[in-house]
């Protein structure tokens, strides 16, 4: 969980609505003074916006703000678990909370960040809405799901099986929370994290591999900067499809980065500070230059020596 320490300025919860007026839950932390940036993170299968204090811990020091929100059907936002009708329910709650922060914060540069199954939604959204995207300044894909996944070959059969006739029925994913982080006190509270769930409906499952497939198939189309981050024996997201993806996109501002020995929450194993300091490069690169030069220009007088 998230240690709220005098650093932040202000941490705040709230609603938007997304598709169908539901009410999605949404958190942000503020650090005090000016913001430089914003990065908007979403969370992958089961899990929820409370999942990213040391993304949170390491960037507000940094001067960016973070927002998070629940899915539909995830922590504190309303909706069966592990259920969507359509995954454009998925891509326009994305877009309602883009809007969200752009009109909370005019004129900030927005970063976006996907985990997991949160990756795979923040690529459809990019790809499907060019000129949308084209307002943000760069994304990022944490683990992103895009090939081979942990999940029982029979698992997913099923749900592909069922997806017409009872769409809503649910099953436990099965994959192993080992999987996820190689730090023991992580895996402690995941455990008894009662906002997590690990259960997915037949109708998402249909849903999430045909837009797995659409992706790959346009990763040609791809122009924003983009940074993938991957855990070479992540069992959760196998590697090899993210790489995949890296390979077909044209776009020369990219960058892939595998850590070997690192698990699926890649934010959260024993490899983290290694991860959030190479995440904090990218942003650092691709912030706006007036943005960049005003932050040399306060490190100038921090360290008139330097």
Known sequence: MIDHSDRILSHRKGTFQGVGGLDLYYQSWHPQGKVRAILA???GLGAHSDRYGNVIQHL???????????LRGHGHSPGQQGYINAWSEFREDLGAFLELIQTQNPGCSVFLLGHSLGAVIVLDYILRYPQQASLLQGAIALAPTLGKVGVSPIRVLLGKMLSRVWPRFTLNTGIDISAGSRDPQVLAAY?????????ASARLAT???????????????????????HGGADRVALPAGSD?????????????????????????????REVMADLEDWLEQHLPSEVAQLAWGNAQLEFPNS
């Open 244 to 272: 995949i993806f890296y390979q077909r996109v044209n776009c020369q501002d990219k960058l892939r980065i595998e850590y070997p020995e690192a698990y699926h929450e890649i934010q959260s194993d024993i490899n983290y």
């Open 207 to 229: 849903e999430f591999f045909a837009t797995v497939d659409w992706i790959n198939a346009h990763a040609g189309d791809w122009q924003l900067p983009l940074l993938i981050l």
């Open 41 to 43: 993170i979403l969370h």
């Open 60 to 70: 507000i020091p940094k001067q960016y703000a973070v927002y998070s929100f629940d």
């Open 191 to 199: 455990a008894q994290d009662t906002l997590r769930h690990t259960r």
